[in-house]
């Protein structure tokens, strides 16, 4: 089954009365990054300077793509998910969570949050589910998990009584210390039953030269082109998972997250600077 076209009863303003294109968007950028159409000359102005700083960004945007496949597909296979809660999903491409998962299994349900309006406008491509299983989209920020946790689309969708996959893949870089990221990533988990899942990936400055790291850190204080990108360290980022049980092969470059199927070579954790893992809840 498909649910209800999610989002009109709270939701009263229209999608593309929200969209202001003069503004770069992180999931914009991401889509100009992978090639795709769905972005504006703002958005191809800021990837095209944090180009300039980290000529591999294209790289990086499309194994953390990657990644996220190779996650959904274990989880649906291996770990054997039926329910996934995807926030930040950014606007749809080929290969999504649902696409990936219900290919193992089609009665998965699935359900993505994402607050950027042109993702919204592309919600019906997304709500495209197996008939079997069932896809819902919820226009919500990662900043209020209690908004994401009480909408009704979700309770129609997902059974929060069962265990969940939480996709919080390349969201988390965008959330500086004082919003409490590791605060929020834990009361979504407090939410999920034993036996759920999370998988993220998060920008690093581990392997970048200091220069980059600097003019990074520096745009990002300062705004500007680079929005706001929050590098962590591989301890601060593993610290996402405290109290889950890491999955092999742990913490490491989302190129090398299981990936002995990609092509090889693979590309180096300095062309990429971008942790993956995958821990599940006990």
């Known amino acids: ?10 939701d009263p303003v229209h999608p593309s009365d929200r969209i202001d294109t003069s503004v770069a968007h992180p999931a914009r950028r991401y889509n100009y990054w992978l090639g795709g159409k769905d972005n504006f000359q703002a958005d191809r102005d800021s990837g095209d300077v944090m180009a300039a700083a980290f000529p591999t960004i294209r790289v990086t945007a499309l194994e953390n793509r990657r990644f996220l496949q190779r996650a959904v597909r274990f989880l649906a296979r291996e770990a054997g998910m039926r329910q996934f809660l995807d926030i930040g999903t950014g606007i749809p491409t080929a290969d999504n969570t649902h ?6 299994a089609p009665q998965t349900r699935v359900v993505y949050v994402d607050n950027d309006p042109i ?71 407090d939410a999920l039953p034993p036996g759920s899942y999370l998988a993220a990936s998060h920008a690093t400055y581990d392997h970048l030269p200091a220069q980059v790291v600097e003019e990074t850190s520096a745009a990002t204080r300062n705004g500007g082109e680079y929005g706001t990108i929050y590098l962590r360290g591989l ?36 062309d990429v600077s971008l942790y993956g893992a995958v821990a599940r809840k006990p």
């Open 1 to 10: 089954m498909t649910t209800d076209p999610p989002g009109a009863p709270t």
């Open 99 to 104: 696409e990936v998962a219900q290919a193992v």
């Open 119 to 189: 993702v919204l406008a592309h919600a019906r491509a997304l709500l495209t589910s197996a008939p079997e299983g069932a896809t819902a989209y919820i226009d919500a920020d990662l900043l209020d998990p209690e908004r994401i946790l009480s909408h009704p689309d979700l309770r129609r969708t997902i059974d929060l009584g069962q265990p969940v996959a939480l996709m919080l893949v390349a969201i988390l870089h965008f959330l500086p210390d004082p919003d409490e990221p590791y605060a929020l990533v834990r009361r979504l988990l």
């Open 235 to 270: 301890a601060d980022f593993t610290r996402f998972f405290d109290g889950l049980e890491l999955v092999e092969p742990g913490v490491v470059s989302v190129a090398e997250w299981r990936a002995d199927a990609e092509p090889q070579p693979r590309p180096s954790a300095a």
